[in-house]
């Protein structure tokens, strides 16, 4: 779902269903449709089916676990995200915020967009994490990390919301060659959205480095195992993403390569939401105990709390 709303906002296709939402061009299954029109319809197909499984997710998730089991909390959360998800989806159809539509509000928008699917992305990486019985979070437990990773994850949404202006800026004004790229993002009279697209490479840079100082920390100092490895697979998402948005820069930004710049940018926050909860997990697992190797996650979260 997140990808290809990538592909639709870089493809111009965000008007492919008119102003219409949530049927398409006004019927619920358009046929002989131009290629705008089946990207956006994609799109909407995939947002419908994920709506459908984020709300099976929280009732098996309401069955499998008691009252107060934070994956509970996780779940409903994430079923609140996903009721946003559709609602700015909608907003941006509805108030013409697609297509060649370059103005601040649709940046503004978009960046509220990328901001509430980390958000969703979170709350469904940790509703996962819990209900196979990773222990719960105390943020009393390490207060001073826990105010470190506040500043980390708020770095990260920063970056995200910069890459998402940045992507815009590259859809609406492409730029010929890398050299008169840069010219344009430092011209003062170049449209805004292009002088913007300069914050992103300096952001990512300064909070990737950030998250990456934790990730190794987290693999060099860290005694439980969970969050060592964590800490490993975050720094290495944080590497491979930098060699991503480096040559996404050089090759000005191809849309398949954008698209992969955004999976990247979405696994390095869930890669940082799992870490920051292992290492602010209760030091002694009572709240939920290990799961039994043989048992599927959902039964074995019940063992668990049992």
């Known amino acids: 779902m997140v990808a290809w709303g990538g592909f639709v906002r870089a493809a111009g296709a965000g008007a492919g269903c008119g102003s219409h939402w949530p049927l398409c061009n006004g019927v619920v299954l358009p046929r002989g449709a131009a290629a705008e029109t089946l990207i956006e319809f994609t799109h909407r197909a995939t947002s419908g089916i994920a709506f459908l499984l984020v709300g099976y997710l929280l009732w098996r998730v309401m069955q499998a676990v008691p009252p107060r089991h934070p994956a509970r909390g ?28 370059d103005s601040v509000a649709r940046a503004v928008v978009l960046g509220v967009h990328l901001v509430n699917t980390f958000f969703l992305l979170g709350a469904l990486a940790l509703t996962a994490a819990w209900v196979s019985g990773s222990p719960a979070v105390s943020l009393r437990h390490r207060p001073s990390l826990a105010g470190i990773w506040a500043v980390a994850l708020l770095a990260l949404l920063c970056v995200g919301v910069s890459g998402a202006v940045a992507a815009l800026g590259d859809t609406l004004f492409p730029a010929t ?13 170049a449209h805004i959205l292009v002088r913007l697209r300069v914050l992103h490479p300096l952001l990512a840079v300064l909070a990737g480095s950030g998250v990456l100082a934790l990730a190794l920390s987290a693999m060099l100092r860290e005694r439980r195992a969970q969050p060592a490895n964590l800490g490993r697979l975050l720094g290495t998402l944080i590497v491979v993403q930098f060699a991503v948005g480096l040559l996404n820069l050089v090759l000005l930004a191809p849309i398949p390569l954008q698209l992969v710049h955004l999976v990247m940018a979405d696994l390095v926050w869930i890669g940082a939401v799992l870490l920051a909860a292992a290492q602010l997990a209760t030091s002694e697992a009572a709240d939920i105990a290990a799961p039994p190797a043989d048992a599927g996650p959902v039964r074995a979260a019940t063992l668990a709390t049992r």
Do not use: I, Q, Y
Request: aromatic share 4%; hydrophobic share 55%; glycine share 12%.
């Open 74 to 101: 996780a779940a409903s959360t994430a079923m609140t995200f996903m009721v946003l998800e559709a609602l700015v989806g909608a907003g941006l159809v509805k108030f013409g915020l697609v297509a060649d539509n």
């Open 177 to 189: 060659s890398l050299g008169a790229g840069l010219r344009d993002d430092l011209s003062p009279t």
